[in-house]
C-alpha cells in the first residue's frame, strides 16, 4: 500500500469522526471502511485472472483516478469502488464468490436472517465462507432481517449496491404463498431503499427463479409501492431492467434452500433448477428520491 493510499485512508477515518449526527458520522466510518488497505483474501480466494484487472479503491483514491475506479470487472453487475450488502445469504458462498472477482477494490457486508449457531447448523460452509470474508477484511453479520435494514443507522445512504438472491421464506409454496412474499419484498424494497447511496447508478439487486409462482410477485411492480417516511408516498424506486442471472460468473457460489442442506438433501433438491433460466431485477433511485436527496438549492449570497 502506498503512503499517499494510507494517508487517505487516514483522512477518510479522521473525517469520520466528524459527523454533525450520529448517521452521518456512522456512514463515513463505513465508506473509510471500504478505503482503507485490507489483507489480501485467502489462497482460495482472489486470483489474479479472476479479478479482471481492476483498480483497488485505495489504488484509484491515491492516484486521483476516477474512472480507474469505476472499471467493471468483464460481465458484471458489481465494479470496483462498491460498497455491497449482502441481505439473505444463506451460506456465504455469495459473498465469497464477489470476493473472487472483486478483491480489495470493493467492500462487502454479508447480512443473514439466522443466528450464527443456527447458520453453522444449516450450512456446514457456513464457518469457513465467515473466516475467509472477515480475514479479508469484509464484514458479517448475523440475525439481519430484511425488512428492517434502514433500523440499522450505519445502513442509512450508505451502499452503491444491495443484494437479495433467491428470496423465500421457506417450505412448500402452499405454506408461504404469493402474497406472502410480495409483502416481504415490497419491505425489503422499502427498507433498501433507503440505505441506497442516492446516486443515478446505485442499485437494489432481486434474483428469483423463473416460471411459477415467482412470476406472480410481480416484483418489478413493488418498488411503485416502496415509499419510505410515513407520509409520504413517493416511491424510491424504479425498476431499471432485468437481467440473466449466470451462476457461472460466481465461483463458488452454491444456491442454499431457507430450511438448510439436510432439508434440501432429504427431499433430494439440486439447485440447477433453481439458478437456470433465473433473472435478476434491478432497481434504481427513482427521480422522486434523487430530487429529494439534492435538497433545496442554495441561496445565492448577498
Known sequence: MGRNAKLQARKQAAEAGEGNSRSGGVKKKLKAKALAPRP???????????????????????????AAASVPPAGGLYVAGDVILLV???DLSFACALLRRLGASAYLIATVFDSEKALRQKYPAAAGNARRLLSAGMQVIYEVDCRELHERTEFIGAFTKIVFNFPHLGG??????????????GAFLASAGRCLEPLPAAEVHITLKSGEPYASWRVEQL??????????????????????????????????????????????????????GARTYVFRPSREALSGARGPPEEEAL
Open 40 to 66: 489480501p483474501p485467502p489462497a482460495d480466494g482472489v486470483a489474479a485472472a479472476d479479478a479482471g484487472g481492476v483498480t483497488s479503491v485505495a489504488a484509484a483514491a491515491a492516484t486521483g483516478d476516477d
Open 223 to 276: 418498488a411503485k409501492q416502496a415509499s419510505g417516511a410515513e407520509g409520504d408516498a413517493s416511491p424510491l424506486l424504479r425498476c431499471d431492467r432485468q437481467v440473466p442471472f449466470e451462476a457461472s460468473k460466481y465461483r463458488g457460489y452454491s444456491h442454499r434452500r431457507t430450511r438448510g442442506d439436510a432439508y434440501a438433501q432429504a427431499r433430494g433438491l439440486g439447485e440447477e433448477n433453481v439458478v437456470s
Open 172 to 185: 412448500d409454496v402452499e405454506e408461504a404463498g404469493v402474497e406472502e412474499h410480495r409483502a416481504l419484498l
Open 88 to 90: 439473505g445469504e444463506g
